[in-house]
């Protein structure tokens, strides 16, 4: 389209640039004619009078007016023509710039899928238990004989291409609840928030959004926990945190130390 365009243009410019030359040669033809009709008079007449220079000058003046008036013209057309010609190329050029974001979009999300398929194949080759979640996410939990510290958990994840699950409303951690229960109804996963950047209250997930600890994510009494979380940041320095199957679907502190199951996610 980009080429006819081009194409189209080039052609229509050589028409007004054929258009200005006949112009001019067809206003020089006339010229010729008339100064030969004239210095012919004057010669049959045998002498050049001031009235017959200023009938030459008459004509030069009014040849050269037409000729301008007709290069002029035309001018103003290309002049149009190139300001048209402008606005299109910047039309075209958004439009390609358009396209290489959509294609670069496509092959992006294509390289990720298929990264996330082989991930997925490889955690379900070596006996783990990958679950689609409703919510659109994608999550590995191992065997049941995986446990493992906040850290080594976190390890086990990245070595599958994933990290740990990350719940950031009660939906997501519903799902991840769900999911765990169905491997082992009382026990305890590992997540990816800490308070490993910061220390104290400052629990962040894995991709640095905070997690306050007000926050309704957390197991309280009103949800039926016999503290309200988390509390074991009060006393330990380094405090992961986890859910636990048995409990309400809500989210425990403790120490990184302990050994859990752990849930991975794409």
Request: hydrophobic fraction near 40%; include cysteine.
């Amino acid at each position: 389209m980009i080429l006819k365009f081009n194409s189209q243009l080039v052609d229509f410019l050589e028409a007004e640039f054929t258009e200005i030359k006949n112009i001019v040669k067809l206003e020089f033809g006339k010229l010729e004619e008339s100064l030969h009709a004239t210095l012919n008079g004057v010669t049959k007449g045998g002498s050049t009078t001031l009235s017959d220079l200023k009938s030459i000058e008459i004509r030069l003046q009014e040849h050269h007016d037409a000729i301008a008036s007709a290069v002029s013209q035309q001018a103003s057309l290309l002049d149009d023509l190139v300001l048209l010609t402008k606005k299109q190329f910047k039309a075209i050029s958004a439009d390609l710039i358009e396209v290489q974001k959509k294609q670069d979009s496509f092959e992006e999300i294509a390289h990720r899928r298929l990264k996330e398929v082989n991930t997925l194949s490889h955690a379900v080759s070596v006996g783990h238990k990958s679950v689609f979640l409703p919510s659109g996410k994608v999550i590995v939990i191992p065997a049941e004989n995986v446990r493992a510290t906040w850290s080594a958990g976190k390890e086990f994840c990245v070595n599958l291409g994933m990290n740990l699950g990350t719940a950031k409303n009660q939906m997501e951690l519903d799902e991840f609840h769900d999911a765990a229960k169905k491997v082992n109804a009382s026990t305890s996963f590992w997540l990816s928030a800490s308070n490993l950047d910061g220390g104290g209250a400052n629990f962040k997930w894995q991709d640095g959004t905070p997690l306050p600890t007000n926050s309704t994510l957390w197991l309280t009494t009103k949800f039926g926990g016999s503290v309200d979380q988390p509390d074991d940041y009060k006393n330990e320095t380094q405090v992961c945190v986890y859910l636990f199957t048995s409990n309400k679907k809500k989210l425990i502190d403790g120490a990184c130390r302990f050994t859990s199951l752990v849930i991975c996610q794409l």
